[in-house]
């Protein structure tokens, strides 16, 4: 028996994992739409994505801080063509990176917009927007 296109499952944004050493303490704390980075305690370097070290210093005394949720595009580029399912069926779509105000810069999608190739700027105002899945939370951008 054959399934009909609409029977087909809708195609799934691949996610983290919960239980990864030093990220999953972030992914934990998007659940509750938290967008958590560290802050090393011995020399105040901020660390985008988590790990198990300071960058600066190489100290492991690193402290988890909470974002406000704001920042601006640093860089960012359009995305004509995916070859993953999910993604496939948002093009186009903008990929940034952006700089939040207390400063870690990370990686992740433009939502909130009509064209990513005309509503999309460097040195624009976003604010965090999140997408809920069932454990976790991905942290995504709007203008703000």
């Known amino acids: ?3 009909s296109n609409a ?5 799934s944004r691949p996610l983290p994992k919960l239980n990864e050493l030093d990220t999953g303490e972030f992914w934990q704390a998007t659940a509750n739409k938290e967008f958590r980075y560290q802050q090393c305690a ?4 901020i660390m985008w994505y988590p790990r198990a070290h300071c960058t600066g210093c190489v ?13 601006t595009i640093y860089s960012f580029s359009v995305v004509r063509l995916s070859y993953h399912p999910f993604f496939r069926t ?3 779509y ?3 990176y952006v ?3 207390e400063g870690p810069r990370f990686l992740t999608n433009v939502t909130g917009i009509d064209d990513p190739l005309t509503d999309v700027h460097v040195g ?3 604010e965090l927007a999140w997408e809920e899945h069932d454990e976790l939370c991905i942290p995504l951008v709007r203008p703000a």
Do not use: F, H, I, Y
């Open 1 to 3: 028996m054959s399934v």
């Open 7 to 11: 029977e087909k499952k809708a195609p």
């Open 42 to 45: 011995n020399c105040g370097t």
């Open 59 to 71: 100290d492991g005394d690193l402290r988890w801080k909470v974002s406000a949720g704001k920042g």
């Open 90 to 92: 948002k093009v186009p």
């Open 94 to 96: 903008a990929v940034a």
């Open 99 to 101: 700089d939040l105000d």
């Open 124 to 126: 624009q105002c976003v």
